[in-house]
């Protein structure tokens, strides 16, 4: 819920409610990435929404993460979230390119990566990483731990695959795959 909203010649500075449960890579994690399919689907809609919405309006994010994502919890069947931090957000015209590499380096874009201009689709890009994230327990592109290298070549040549071991809707996939295309 926002209690208020102001408003700076380069920023907005949305008053938020208090959100107890945390972020949507703390609360995967304690969950042990085990939520069920119904959750998968409710905050996959729900994040899909708020980007519509910030879209629509001619606003990028920029830097779509489980961290910037906050959950709230009514029961294990009820799960709300908050999309938050649009400090590298920015508003822009239809059709207007973006050159500033931001964004956090496993979730960004290939065009992020390779310094190429962009749109809004590197918000689309970033939330397919993180419906990956959600459905599969694992980043598609290698973990941060691995070799950056091999994590940035992953992401720039869409290297990908769902294991094979996967119980993971078609539907679900289909939209993942429609994220995660150059």
């Known amino acids: 819920k926002v209690y208020d909203l102001y408003k700076t010649t380069e920023h ?5 409610e208090y959100i107890p449960h945390g972020n949507l890579k703390s609360y995967l994690i304690e969950n042990r990435y085990t939520l069920s399919k119904s959750n998968h689907k409710r905050i996959i809609q729900q994040l899909a929404n708020a980007v519509l919405f910030l879209h629509s309006n001619g606003i990028i994010h920029r ?5 910037n994502i906050l959950v709230k ?4 069947n009820k799960i ?3 999309l938050i931090d649009l400090g590298f957000g920015k508003v822009i015209g239809k059709g207007r390119l973006l050159t500033e590499p931001y964004g956090t380096f496993c ?3 290939p065009e992020v990566l390779k310094k190429v201009p962009y749109t809004f689709e590197t918000d689309i890009w970033s939330l397919g990483v993180i419906f990956y994230l959600i459905v599969v327990g694992v980043h598609p592109f290698g973990e941060n731990d691995k070799d950056l290298k091999t994590i ?3 992401i720039c040549d869409v290297v990908y695959a769902f294991p094979t071991d996967s119980d993971v809707n078609a539907h679900v996939k289909d939209v993942i795959e429609l994220c995660l295309r150059k």
């Open 12 to 16: 907005f500075i949305f008053v938020l």
């Open 63 to 67: 830097d779509l993460k489980p961290e």
């Open 73 to 76: 919890v009514k029961d294990k």
């Open 80 to 82: 709300k979230i908050k």
């Open 107 to 109: 979730y960004a874009s």
């Open 152 to 154: 940035h070549k992953n």
